[in-house]
Nanobody
């Protein structure tokens, strides 16, 4: 089992920044690929970013590329999502996810463990 707890969400004006954190506990965090997803009201959950077990490979949705950065600190069992130049369309509940595999994928169905989510609201 892996437990994931997100933090760092909040209300920010357009153009601002937020840094989300996801603290993991349980099984061997450092061996797993991690991802961030988001879900806006009335919409399906969508891929935001993912990172390999070593942090050497990262992947982003086109909508956030160049604005968001995913990173991880395996010594702290934590993955981060730095979000800059936020837009109102980034408003959503953001979820951290872990898969029991080192290979990174973009599909939510491939992730085995999920956090409870943290709300990000960007005002115009």
């Amino acid at each position: 089992q892996v437990q994931l707890v997100e933090s760092g969400g909040g209300l920010v004006q357009a153009g601002g920044s937020l840094r989300l954190s996801c603290a993991a506990s349980g099984r061997i965090f450092s061996s797993y690929a991690m991802g961030w997803f988001r879900q806006a009201p009335g919409k399906e959950r969508e891929f935001v970013a993912a990172i390999s077990w070593s942090g050497g490979s990262t992947y982003y949705a086109d909508s956030v590329k160049g604005r968001f950065t995913i990173s991880r600190d395996n010594a702290k069992n934590t993955v981060y999502l730095q979000m800059n130049s936020l837009k109102p369309e980034d408003t959503a509940v953001y979820y951290c996810a872990s898969r029991t595999h080192s290979l990174v994928i973009r599909s939510a169905s491939g992730y085995d463990y999920w956090g409870q989510g943290t709300q990000v609201t960007v005002s115009s």
